[in-house]
């Protein structure tokens, strides 16, 4: 009685558009090899983990971060290659970059523009902000860019904000430069490019940051080691983070998170060392889906691979490497386009074995 009292109260005050929506999922990976998550599989070396924990030994944590976090922000200029006109502000993870923006970008009427299949968080962040998203179709060959279709339902929709990941997730492909470069042209409002994966490409909007007064370029370290940190950063003209800044709460990014970002940060070639081993692996991991019969791998920018299955058989593989203990993406189901499909993440050159294997057998 008492718990369906509660329940209405609940359905009268919470909006819809959350009731209606799930927590965002994570799959339970204990004992298992995690190739779901886009993460780095190595670790820091015994003596960078020595020297580490003896910095974290020294930190005041009864005191409240530098809200500012201005010696990490220094560190990121100069290990980042940010250009030196451009303002820097911090996130606990680019995710929470993501909710700065749209939370300063929205109201009524207002739209967020993505592409899809793409980032989850672009949509669901827009739905708690309780602004319209719209999502754009990708071509179905090969996920690149529809120009055409994006430019039309700019001109439709007039978007405040668009977020394109360069490179994208869950596909691994860079969409093509001059159609960004059209887009950000046309764009009436902000454009996002999302350059989580920057570690595993060269290419990047950030020297043409600038360039367009509508132009902000988003990264994170989660990808390329530190994904437990938590810190993503926003690079742009002042006059668009200056206002961002202003709904960022004030000790965002802790004094574990700032102490050890700069830390890590000043081991970079570490960090390189392992993105550059990834990068390699990949290609190995695609030459060996690439020989499998009936797995069509899509060529990758980032450090996961997007896979197409046996029609049909994408839950029965995901189950049945769950089994062999290899954890991946089952993405058939999310996205139409995405039918059939799993997403592999590029791991240590033994856990992508692990994974050939138990595809191998699971098929
Ligand atoms: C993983 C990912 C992020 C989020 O990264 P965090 O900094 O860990 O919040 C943002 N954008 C894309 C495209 C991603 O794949």
Request: with cysteine; aromatic share 8%; hydrophobic share 45%.
């Amino acid at each position: 009685m008492k718990d369906t009292a509660m329940k209405a109260l609940v359905d009268h005050w919470v909006r819809p558009e959350i009731r209606a929506i799930s927590a965002y999922h994570v799959a339970d990976a204990r004992g298992l090899i995690k190739l779901d998550a886009m993460e780095n599989p190595y670790s820091l070396p015994d003596e960078l983990r020595q020297a580490w924990a003896g910095l974290l030994s020294g930190l005041d944590i009864n005191r409240y971060p530098d809200p500012q976090a201005n010696a990490l922000k220094e560190r990121l200029r100069s290990t980042m290659a940010i250009p030196a006109d451009m303002s820097l502000l911090l996130g606990n993870g680019s995710d929470e970059i993501i909710q700065m923006i749209v939370m300063a970008l929205a109201g009524p009427g207002r739209t967020v523009l993505s592409v899809e299949p793409g980032f989850v968080m672009y949509r669901m962040i827009a739905t708690f902000c309780g602004v319209k998203y719209v999502g754009v179709p990708l071509r179905a060959e090969d996920f690149s860019l529809d120009t055409e279709a994006v430019l039309q339902a700019m001109e439709e929709q007039n978007p405040a904000v668009i977020f394109l990941a360069y490179p994208n997730n869950p596909t691994g492909n860079l969409f093509d430069e001059g159609d960004l470069l059209r887009l950000i042209e046309a764009a009436p409002g902000l454009v996002v490019i999302d350059e989580a994966y920057a570690p595993f490409t060269d290419a990047s909007f950030l020297n043409r940051l600038g360039q367009y007064d509508n132009l902000v370029v988003m990264r994170t370290l989660s990808k390329m080691g530190l994904a437990g940190l938590r810190l993503g950063y926003l690079a742009g003209p002042a006059a668009w983070l200056d206002e961002f800044d202003k709904v960022r709460m004030p000790y965002n990014i802790n004094v574990l998170t700032q102490a050890s970002a700069d830390f890590a940060l000043s081991h970079r070639q570490e960090f390189d060392r392992q993105t550059t081993a990834i990068r390699f692996d990949r290609q190995v991991l695609f030459d060996a889906l690439s020989e499998r019969d009936g797995i069509t791998p899509y060529p990758s920018q980032a450090n996961f691979i997007l896979t197409r299955v046996p029609k049909g058989q994408a839950g029965t593989l995901f189950e049945a490497m769950k089994q062999q203990a290899v954890l991946i993406k089952k993405l058939d189901g999310s996205h139409p386009l995405l039918a059939d499909c799993l997403r592999l993440t590029v791991g240590t050159p033994e856990e992508n074995a692990a994974c050939l294997r138990a595809l191998t057998s699971a098929l």
